[in-house]
Nanobody, 120 residues
Framework: QVHLVESGGGLAQAGGSLGLSCVAS????????MAWYRQGPGQQRELVAA???????NYANSVRGRFTISRDNARNATYLQMNALRPEDTDTYYC??????????????WGQGTQVTVSL
């Protein structure tokens, strides 16, 4: 069984910074792409940033230049550094990973979600 455990988040003022961490553990044969999504009440989950095993990154237009995604392949971890936060960044943030629990199989896994709240 594979688990994604998130940490970080919390409360910040507009213009401030927060960091999120996500570590995958369990029966892992190989790690593929990792990403961060966010979702507000009654809204669809949207991609914030993604990173593949080679370090290539992709960002939503709304966060490009403010957020930075990174990963540590040795620790099966991904991180999201969020700078210049805005109130509209307030959401629940979810870690996502495509993981091979065994040879020939790649599955989608999600973290439990962590709240980020940005105040004026």
């Amino acid at each position: 069984q594979v688990h994604l455990v998130e940490s970080g988040g919390g409360l910040a003022q507009a213009g401030g910074s927060l960091g999120l961490s996500c570590v995958a553990s369990g029966s892992i044969f190989a790690m593929n792409a990792m990403a961060w999504y966010r979702q507000g009440p009654g809204q669809q989950r949207e991609l914030v940033a993604a990173i593949n095993p080679n370090g290539h990154t992709n960002y939503a237009n709304s966060v490009r230049g403010r957020f930075t995604i990174s990963r540590d392949n040795a620790r099966n971890a991904t991180y999201l550094q969020m700078n210049a936060l805005r109130p509209e960044d307030t959401d629940t943030y979810y870690c996502h990973a495509k993981i091979a629990p065994g040879w020939g199989t790649i599955l989608d896994y999600w973290g439990q979600g962590t709240q980020v709240t940005v105040s004026l």
